[in-house]
């Protein structure tokens, strides 16, 4: 690494050794141990579906369809605070430092969750699970895109966040064996369910380990020696890619260290500098959290109120739903990084709200059974995976260095506050009401929010494909 200081600048070549890196054992290791956050939240919010109707035959809490989407509100209303208050600190303290205070708060409050002896208790603590969720996204999204080469970003960061599906897998089929009422009684199942939760995040204790802080945020934070032996690590787990293939057209970077942003500076970056960003960032996030939630978190409430399935038999049904949702990301994620992110979220947010309005359609006319209607959520998600991956993409690398862990914040717990906290509750009333159409009329507001962020991202959007962070968005401190 190259570091001249010159007064209060330093020159460095840390974001071009990053992405001269091929693919190696590092970048393995980060996407193993970043990504298990979003096999949490799977977890936690199938759980929190599948689960459903075994809540509501539990004595001890009472809860009827509105109160289950009030304690689906409160997981996401404590993911939007905690993402704000923990992305600021991500972006002060650094990454790593944050990875055990968010993923504490997870373990304590997911386990609480299991000794809940009241609505209000239960409540409670789903929102402080949901606050360490949120403060999770901040700080992974934020290091994945910093220590990831430009040429990958796209497939990995939507894998990862496709990762959500393997955590609903592992919790529909939990659910199955643990709320089968011959092996625990009804009122302990859903309790032992939570637990599932809180032996996972014991385990990403001893996998976070291996993540170092982001040399990018140790450079820009005046901490070039520290930096230096960080990349002087990652490069001794990984290979270079021959000279002219990559890294080389980045050139070293100046920038004049700082300890903090000002808020002033954060929001004067996103609503004059990049306001054009933000409409996007808004926009997508927005559309996907309703057309996510809505859905999801009530999928179980529609199984077993208009189709007359079995509380315990739930997750059977949400197994196929989740494969679905991994697939697409898997398999489309390169597709972002060689055709291009603006076409492929236009494509990925289109497909899903067209199918989507068909799909309510057939639902309100009762051209569907529960298993015709699980396939037709299938085949949706494949593409609203993809579409809702690319969300948390788009805004993780659209915006500078510095503010980049509360933008992702700001933009999820807007997204979040108005799409996802916002929809599980609307949608209990719906459900309530027995009406098949009025839960249409929610769907095709869903599937409009998805069109409407198709325009948008075709106007404004940004093509970050394989192109490095720094020259998506020049960093705050830049001193070139």
Not at 50 to 58: D, E
Not at 206 to 227: D, F, K, N, Y
Not at 314 to 342: E, K, M, Q
Request: hydrophobic content about 50%; charged content about 15%.
């Amino acid at each position: 690494m190259t570091e001249h200081r010159h007064g209060p600048i330093i020159e460095s070549d840390i974001p071009a050794r990053l992405e001269r890196l091929a693919w190696g054992l590092f970048h393995s290791k980060v996407v193993l141990a970043l990504g298990i956050t979003w096999v949490l939240d799977g977890l936690e919010v199938t759980l929190a579906g599948a689960v459903a109707g075994a809540l509501k035959q539990s004595p001890a809490l009472d809860l009827d369809n509105a109160g289950v989407g009030i304690a689906n509100s409160a997981y996401l209303a404590g993911a939007v605070l905690g993402a704000l208050a923990f992305g600021w600190l991500t972006d002060r303290l650094g990454r790593k430092r944050l990875f055990s205070i968010t993923l504490g708060v997870y373990l304590i409050a997911t386990g609480a969750t299991a000794f809940a002896w009241d609505a209000p208790s239960f409540i409670l603590f789903r929102f402080l699970t949901g606050a360490g969720i949120g403060g999770e996204y901040t700080a992974i999204n934020s290091a994945i895109q910093e220590l990831v080469p430009g040429r990958f970003r796209g497939w990995t960061d939507l894998v990862i966040n496709g990762s959500f599906w393997i955590g609903a897998a592992v919790g529909a089929a939990g659910s199955l064996i643990l709320l089968d009422p011959a092996l625990l009684p009804a009122d302990m199942g859903w309790r032992a369910c939570f637990f599932i939760g809180a032996l996972l995040g014991l385990i990403i204790l001893v996998l976070r380990q291996w993540i170092p802080e982001s040399p990018r945020w140790l450079m820009t934070h005046g901490r070039p020696e520290e930096a230096a032996t960080v990349i002087a690590e990652i490069e001794r787990q990984t290979k270079q890619v021959p000279p002219g293939a990559a890294g080389d057209g980045h050139p070293p970077v100046k920038i004049r260290p700082r300890s903090h942003t000002p808020l002033r500076e954060v929001w004067h970056s996103l609503f004059v500098g990049h306001r054009r960003r933000t409409l996007v960032g808004l926009s997508l996030m927005t559309a996907q959290a309703f057309f996510y939630n809505a859905i999801f978190f009530t999928y179980a409430l529609i199984l077993t109120d208009f189709y007359d399935i079995a509380a315990d038999r739930v997750g059977w049904y949400i197994l196929p739903f989740a494969a679905g949702n991994f697939l697409g990301p898997l398999l489309l994620g390169r597709l972002f990084d060689t055709v291009g992110r603006r076409p492929m979220i236009a494509l990925t947010y289109g497909i899903s709200g067209i199918l989507l309005a068909l799909t309510g359609a057939g639902f309100a006319a009762g051209l569907l059974s529960a298993t015709t209607q699980t396939l037709c959520w299938s085949v949706i998600f494949f593409f609203a995976s993809a579409a809702a991956s690319s969300a948390y993409l788009t805004v993780s690398e659209t915006f500078p260095l510095e503010i980049r862990a509360l933008a992702i914040a700001f933009f999820y717990a807007i997204g979040t506050g108005i799409g996802g906290v916002f929809a599980p509750a609307l949608f209990g009333v719906l459900i309530d009401t027995g009406s098949r159409v009025s839960v249409f009329w929610g769907y095709l507001f869903g599937a409009a929010l998805m069109l409407g962020a198709v325009a948008v991202i075709l106007r404004w959007g940004v093509a970050a494909e394989r192109r490095s962070l720094e020259e998506v968005a020049k960093p705050l401190s830049s001193a070139d």
